[in-house]
């Protein structure tokens, strides 16, 4: 339930949404699911590493499954984006994101990274407690259509359909997205 956990809980819920992923099992020092969206396989990670260490296990999957960066993309928290808002860009900075920062050294920079917006506390000195802080009752209103509209829509993600994608998140959060 941890803001930092918010890139889980998208793939949480595109294994509910799709019943073509397998049972999550261990390897790669993560939880690995494996599926189809659309024509594409898909293979979900979710790193049981700390999190500053995540670039270990998907690195590890990467070399394995003979992956390169253009076929990573990371769900992550993003403190600087308003709750229920989504960006997606490829390569760039961590932004001080420690996990970001590891996949960066383990998997390089080029990958695409899906941004999903927390919000910001307001002072740097809460930033720790934020994060790390569960989500608040009154965050479901956001929280929940936003996995949904991803889970719904990754289709387009997969198909390269970057724009459509967003636009979609965007029609169904719109409403109930914070400003």
Known sequence: ????????????????????????QKKFSAEV???RIGS?????????TFMNKSGQSVGEAMRFYKLSEQDLSVFYDELDLAPAKVRIKRGGGSGGHNG???LDAHCGQSYQR???GIGHPGHRDR???HVLGNFAKADQIWLEPLLEALANNIELLVAGDNSGFINKIALATGDVAPD
């Open 114 to 116: 899906v941004r999903l």
């Open 100 to 102: 970001i920062r590891s």
């Open 33 to 35: 699911s494996e599926g």
């Open 127 to 129: 930033v720790t407690g």
């Open 40 to 48: 594409e396989k898909v293979l979900l990670i979710k790193p049981q």
């Open 1 to 24: 339930g941890q803001r930092h956990n918010i890139g889980f809980m998208a793939v949480d819920e595109i294994v509910r949404r799709h019943s073509s992923f397998s049972p999550w």
